[in-house]
């Protein structure tokens, strides 16, 4: 089945500067690769997905790029401010095991000082 | 108001009893899903459901059950048999399995004492 491995675990940056966040994935057959942000006590909620016909796709101050030679991707937080800080998750589709559930990522905590 | 709704929030036990979680949604979904979140471990799915009556075990679904009676429900069943069962549980849905965005509950934190 899909394995999904996250980097950094954390993540401390000045209010303005860009945050980026790498993944990686096993199953070379996955083709949907969501982004999810969780602030302290909340729900997690779909910020940006990318399909695999694609390689890179942004919304305002957020851009998600995908490598699928590599099997890599990566969401990139531009200008962040503190209301950016909360823990994303990435995902990808498994074929395999879970037959098209999404696999996570363990998460990244996101601090943003102002 | 649509969306997905978990009760309840927080609950204690004591060791050794079966505690039952509550997820409604009113999106019309067809799939379900129960994931478990613990610190640094992200979201393991524990069992997913495509649709009414029936369900799937997920990665971690050994001492938890479900059942899908309703479409619009999906109650996690966290048994004595569950080694470690203090954590957070988050219930969600989609359109259909394999398709799109999931839509997350706001949760339930267990602690077994």
């Known amino acids: 089945g899909e394995n999904v491995e996250q980097h950094p675990s954390t993540l401390s940056v000045q209010e303005g500067d860009s945050a980026v966040i790498k993944c990686t994935y096993s199953?070379?057959?996955?083709?949907?690769f969501p982004w999810y942000k969780q602030e302290l006590g909340k729900r997690p909620q779909l910020i940006i997905d990318?399909?695999?016909?694609?390689g890179e796709k942004k919304d305002q101050r957020i851009a998600v790029t995908l490598n699928k030679t590599a099997k890599h991707f990566s969401l990139h937080i531009t200008e962040t401010q503190p209301e950016d800080s909360a823990v994303y998750f990435c995902?990808?589709?498994?074929?395999?095991?879970?037959?098209?559930?999404?696999?996570f990522g363990k998460g990244t905590k996101l601090s943003v000082k102002p | 108001d649509g969306g997905i709704t978990q009760s309840p929030k927080y609950l204690f036990r004591k060791e050794g009893q079966n505690v039952t979680l509550s997820c409604e949604q009113n999106?019309?979904?067809?799939?379900m899903y129960w994931y478990r979140q613990d610190p640094g471990q992200g979201l393991r799915l524990i069992y997913y459901?495509?649709?009414?009556?029936?369900?799937q075990k997920g990665d971690i679904a050994e001492g938890y059950s479900v059942s899908r009676e309703k479409k619009e429900s999906f109650p996690l069943t966290v048994t004595s048999a569950q080694k470690n069962p203090t954590a957070f549980y988050l219930c969600?849905?989609?359109?259909?399995?394999?398709?799109?965005?999931?839509?997350f509950g706001e949760g339930s934190r267990l602690t077994v004492l």
């Open positions: 999106l019309n979904h067809d799939a």
């Open positions: 969600a849905s989609s359109p259909r399995r394999g398709i799109g965005e999931l839509f």
């Open positions: 199953d070379s057959a996955s083709n949907y």
């Open positions: 459901s495509q649709i009414v009556n029936d369900f």
């Open positions: 995902a990808a589709e498994d074929y395999g095991g879970s037959q098209g559930n999404l696999i």
């Open positions: 990318i399909r695999s016909n694609v």
